[in-house]
């Protein structure tokens, strides 16, 4: 809430159902109970809950949960920030002693200290999203096991395409957490003292000494709902541009509020903190008067985890399918910065586009460098409605220190449109997989300089190696009727061969999108 | 160049004067001579210089700088790509023994070998662009003086707004460099073996060791403009959207060419490494058959120096003002990442927009956090038309490692975007500084909680302290006819504090932009 607009707000006043959950960030300055107490014109009620809205009335029931006193609290326009609770799938022995949610930092404090009170050597995390990501990178150690527990195919299934996810498995397995994938938790059991011992999932049963359950959040809509508060398909409170509820004295706003996808214009229920605060400042403004509009959001979230930076914005490959775009993508890798700063490391970054237009619909990045930094213009060229061919100009800030001279972003740009164009034939490192497996000969090229090849080889057996130095004196060793498929470090290198065989006439060359980096998660 | 392109080129002749100039970039890959020589339709002559151009023949006429003979190369397509060279002021002593200039990478390895190998103690660099920003910096040592001389009356005069400059010049001085603004100089002098040792400025005499002379670089235009090809307004060669000069067999790019500015449209030189290597694409496209253009450019520039990430976009306040456009400008403080993250820093952002509009103009970001991912996301809103209210509902990636849960750029925007409409009035430090040695008075309320002021005290005599957690108990002790100007660590509070005083009715009530963060580079 933008509290210098509480200033145009005669009375405000808050219900807080415990002592510690008031933090309101204000420009990202925390706030605590007691700033809000020597607000004259803000009243904090704390351990008071709010039970029932009386709308005709203009009145909340709240109920002292110390005293178990009631009382009725009238307002001019009610707020509804009623957050949103870890969602508990429904499996017996989620009630077991040992099973921990993460909601509140407390929550984090309370599942370390019991750890290492206990001196606890096996942890189950169920769920690989944003919530299981961080406590599964953050216990990992030599001395405390971590089973990830994940019932889709891959890990980060709501934020990422399965490609990208490929480039995370690989860490987390390198840090040495076990992912399951595919692996449904039917129950928890218990030993005889009513602690979390086992798990049982659909792939057999895990020995475990606590859960945690971090299978996503719901909003909180029972008062509102218990209102007649119209809740949206997405299971949230409905609201307009204004975050007007449909009872016009009554907004919502947080992780309680729906929001509208700028790609799709549908209802979605994206719950973050970005845009729970600029929604803070939509509702004062427009009680105050003013006539702002929270905009669509792009879904743009970004976790860090096992070193690595990841982030998506937009609609990813498989959403967009399935919303009936026809679309193009392309996977690219390179360096945030230059080879010569000590600094520098690698991004992985995927566009997804519509084929017609151009349209750019999506990104998602992966790498242990500064991705966050193009996930950030991308999602404001997707503000904008760029088209990938826009992105190839962008004049972006280089200096040797933050960037290469084309910067990554501009290469995934250009690679992106010459394969919307036919330019370039790409092909992905999962297709490579599938058409192996399915018993087809491709005649795999290593573009590399030897002492790459010998320092991180291409795990594909038959794989010719000659170095795109080398290759214009020697493509004609290349006799093949398969596809060729040219692989570098990055990409590169394999798009310059591709361009090259091409020009000497071999027909069916592909370059593997993202290079070895990439190609290393399907082939091991 | 896109060397991919080269493929659709029959012959490519390169010209080169020097063995070692050749470091091509193509997609950051990092191309030496030998591998040019390696491939078959590229021929690399080094120790080649082009001398003239026969148009009407379609052929240049090279020396080879060895044996002294020449000899006609003919041409269908010829790229000028003569980049640019040392700018150096017509001054007496330019040629001494120890003056340096700053081009290639040895011109760099030179200077420090030089100054290891005498054991020297004094260097002063002449001019503070990019280019004498960072060797001032790399020098600055307890056992080195660098005296850094500067005709203007600011540092980075090109690149950024006065206001900005000064929050450098804190952090230079603080290094133990001396600034010398406002500070021409006139000639240098020599002893009697012909070695620099004092350099004549309208300020007086600095005594020296060495000099490094850092005061731009010209364009080299000599081969074009002797063969009839049209220079432009700029010194640089023109060239149409597809980098074709006035003669369409010739393409320019790179440091020898000139730009269009994207917000004046107005022909600029603003030479970029970034800049040459889209060009390098186009010009090979075009020649290719490709309709690719190269778009204007916004002049993103960004040194990093005196461990600051310093950078612009787009128009600055003065040049939108020289332009011709009724501009409002703000000045926010914030942090790059959340205050719990170990590696959170401060950046400071100025927004240059247009009154009317609410068109962002141009931005320039300046600290030791992350400002450059800001100015990348500002750089691409500038390309799509944005406005400033576009940016406040940007949905940028957010988690505590990145960002802020509003982010610092969107807390700018919101600031300018209030001030533009009138919902806040802001003041600047050059303004209060200003006023106030105008003998005006002033009512400096500082809003920061007691152990901050103890910190780091705002070095104005008279400066009232009310902690904002106190301002609405002890408002009324503010009795004044003066602008009250409020003042806080970034300018949030500052702000807070004035909304929340002119909702109590008092009337001249202004918080002071950008915080003491700002302020502190005015008041010592």
Request: charged content about 25%; some cysteine.
């Amino acid at each position: 809430m933008d509290l210098s607009l509480i200033e145009g707000v005669a009375y405000l006043c808050m219900l807080v159902p415990k002592l510690d959950d008031l933090m309101m960030t204000s420009y990202g300055v925390m706030r605590d109970t007691e700033f809000f107490r020597k607000q004259k014109n803000v009243t904090v009620l704390t351990h008071t809950e709010a039970i029932k809205i009386n709308r005709e009335e203009k009145k909340v029931i709240a109920r002292n949960l110390i005293s178990g006193l009631e009382d009725s609290i009238t307002y001019d326009y009610l707020v509804l920030a009623t957050g949103a609770k870890p969602s508990i799938p429904p499996i017996s022995g989620a009630d077991l002693n040992h099973v921990f949610t993460l909601h509140h930092p407390h929550d984090a404090q309370t599942l370390k200290e019991f750890i290492k009170a206990n001196k606890i050597k096996h942890v189950t995390v169920m769920g690989s999203g944003l919530i299981g990501m961080e406590p599964a990178d953050a216990l990992a150690s030599p001395r405390l096991k971590v089973v990830l527990c994940e019932a889709e195919s891959q890990v980060l299934p709501k934020l990422l395409d399965v490609d990208m996810a490929k480039l995370i498995e690989s860490k987390i397995i390198e840090s040495g957490v076990d992912i399951s994938l595919s692996c449904r938790v039917n129950a928890l059991e218990g030993d005889a003292e009513g602690n979390v011992c086992r798990v049982v999932t659909e792939q057999g049963t895990i020995d475990t000494e606590a859960v945690v359950i971090a299978t996503g959040v719901r909003p909180v809509v029972d008062l509102a709902s218990n209102a007649g508060i119209t809740i949206g398909s997405t299971g949230a409170i409905q609201v307009d541009e204004h975050m007007m509820t449909s009872d016009p004295a009554i907004y919502a706003g947080g992780d309680c509020a729906e929001q509208h996808h700028l790609i799709t214009g549908e209802p979605v229920y994206i719950p973050l903190a970005s845009t729970a605060n600029k929604q803070g400042r939509v509702i004062a403004d427009h009680i105050g008067g003013i006539d702002t509009r929270f905009a669509p959001v792009e879904g743009t979230s970004v976790p860090q985890a096992f070193d690595l930076n990841i982030g998506r914005t937009g609609l990813g490959e498989k959403e967009a399918k399935e919303k009936g775009y026809n679309v193009v993508t392309s996977v690219s890798s390179g360096l945030d910065s230059t080879h010569y700063y000590p600094m520098h490391a690698n991004i992985t970054t995927k566009l997804i586009a519509e084929q017609e237009s151009g349209r750019l619909l999506g990104a998602q990045v992966c790498g242990m460098g500064e991705s966050v930094k193009r996930l950030d213009v991308l999602a404001t060229a997707l503000k904008f409605g760029a088209k990938v061919e826009d992105l190839i100009d962008l004049d972006l800030a280089y200096a040797p220190p933050f960037a290469t001279a084309i910067d990554v972003l501009i290469h995934a740009a250009t690679t992106q449109e010459n394969m919307r164009l036919g330019l370039a034939k790409g092909i992905t490192a999962e297709t490579v997989q599938k058409r192996l497996q399915a018993g087809e000969r491709l005649y795999i090229l290593d573009d590399r300089e030897l002492e790459e090849v010998e320092a991180s080889p291409l795990p594909i057996e038959g794989t010719v190696v000659i170095s795109l130095g080398e290759l214009r004196d020697r493509w004609e060793e290349i006799q093949t009727d398969s596809l060729i498929v040219t692989v570098c470090g990055l990409g590169i290198r394999g798009y310059e061969a591709a361009c090259m065989l091409k020009g000497k006439g071999l027909k069916e060359v592909a370059f593997l999108q993202g290079g070895i980096s990439v190609t290393k998660a399907y082939f091991k």
